[in-house]
Structures are given as C-alpha cells and as structure tokens.
C-alpha cells in the first residue's frame, strides 16, 4: 500500500492518523519532533510525508526544504488554520498539498490516495523525451532539464509539466488538470493549479512563455519557443 512517514507533536493528532492509516494497510512511522523525523526519512523508505508545521526544533518549513533537496516524495502539510503565512512558505518549499486541522480522516486519506495512485501511474509512462531546445523532459526518468542542468522539479511540478507537454498546442482545462493530477476528488480547486503553475514558471525562467494562460479554460504549453 505504501509507507506514510507523520511528523506531528500533538499525540492525538498522531494517534488518530496512525490508527486510520493502519486500517486502511498502509505501513506507519512517526515523529513528534524535526530530529526524529529527518532521522527516520534518511532510515525508512518513505512513500509519503504527512508535515505538521510548528514542531520542536526545525519548523515543518525547513523540514520540507530539507526533504524536497533530496526527494520528490509527496509532502501533505497539515496546517492550522492560522498558519496561512507559514502553509504558503511550505508550498514554495516544496510541499504538494495541505490539509487545514481539524480534518476528517477520510478527507485526508483521499489525498493521501490521490499522490500514491498518480505516482503508480507515471511510472508506467513509455520511454520518450520531449525537447524544445535545450528544455528537455525526460518521461522515462520523469526528470526535466535545462541546457542538461535538472531543474529539480517536485513530483506535482513535473506530472503537471508532462501533462502539457503531452497535449501539445492543446487548450488542458482545469477539469482535466485537477482529475489526472491530483485526482477528481478535487475537481473545482482550481486555486492549486494556479499555485503550481506560478512555480514551474519561476522554475522554467526563459521557458516560462512556454506555459500559456487560456483565461476561464485552462492551460497549454506552445510547441515554439517565442523569443
């Protein structure tokens, strides 16, 4: 089923997690503090990480920084509902999707299901590349170069990058985005894609215009570069 690592300091929080995980066969390994958890990412072979944001030690935002240098896994926040500021660092740290304490167990195990069911599936993508100059996106290795430099995407940045790119020139609407990437349980949350979006951008610097808005629609990625 997959590996769940929970970085979390309040006991229940952690208990109740752990609890529904386990019935549901996911294997579970915990820390209530920054230590602990960096110690057990580098131990475990993690398939995911649930992130409080205010721990003992370093904060959930340096942990994920921490993490996304070395890893793509998938990084859950689980943030309270006045840590906006900090939840907004943690996406640009990083981070691929939040959920707002308290949350229902179910809500959280369907974000939980969505990143391990997208992972399993790109990884089933046939050998090609797809090139613009010297941008290359490597679907086999799902890894994105510039000038054959990594650009380091996280998981979401490259499964929404090699989306576009697969339909090229075509018009992708948030609709489509929202249910292949991140599953239909999130179709209407339309605030993630814009949120992802701006960071591939940033990332893809003098590739950025390669990403076109299509106002009200969507999204396409231009098969030419325009300079």
């Keep these: 089923m997959g590996q769940i690592l929970i970085v979390e300091d309040d006991p229940n929080i952690r208990k109740l997690v752990r609890v529904n995980l386990l019935k549901r066969g996911y294997t579970v390994s915990e820390a209530e503090d920054s230590h602990r958890a960096l110690a057990l990412f580098q131990e475990t072979s ?21 993490i996304r240098a070395r890893s793509n896994v998938p990084i859950i926040i689980l943030s309270a509902r006045l840590e906006e500021d900090l939840k907004v660092a943690a996406l640009d740290a990083g ?24 992972s399993y599936v790109s990884a089933k993508r046939d050998e090609n590349k797809i090139q613009f100059d010297g941008l290359v996106i490597d679907l086999t290795a799902r890894r994105v170069f510039i000038n054959e430099k990594d650009l380091h995407l996280t998981a979401t940045e490259y499964a929404l990058l090699a989306e576009l790119a697969q339909k090229m020139d075509a ?11 991140w599953g239909p349980e999130y179709r209407g949350s339309n605030h993630y894609i814009h949120t992802y979006i701006g960071r591939l951008r940033k990332k893809l610097g003098d590739y950025s215009d390669l990403v076109e808005t299509v106002p009200g629609m969507g999204y396409s990625l231009h098969s030419k570069k325009i300079y």
Excluded: M, N, Q
């Design 171 to 181: 018009i992708v609407t948030h609709t489509e985005l929202l249910s292949k990437i």
């Design 46 to 66: 993690v398939d995911l990480v649930l992130l409080d944001l205010v721990l003992p030690g370093l904060s959930g935002v340096d942990i994920c920084a921490w």
């Design 95 to 118: 981070a691929d999707d939040y959920v707002t304490k308290p949350f229902s167990p179910e809500e959280l195990l369907a974000r939980i299901r969505a990143f391990l069911r997208r």
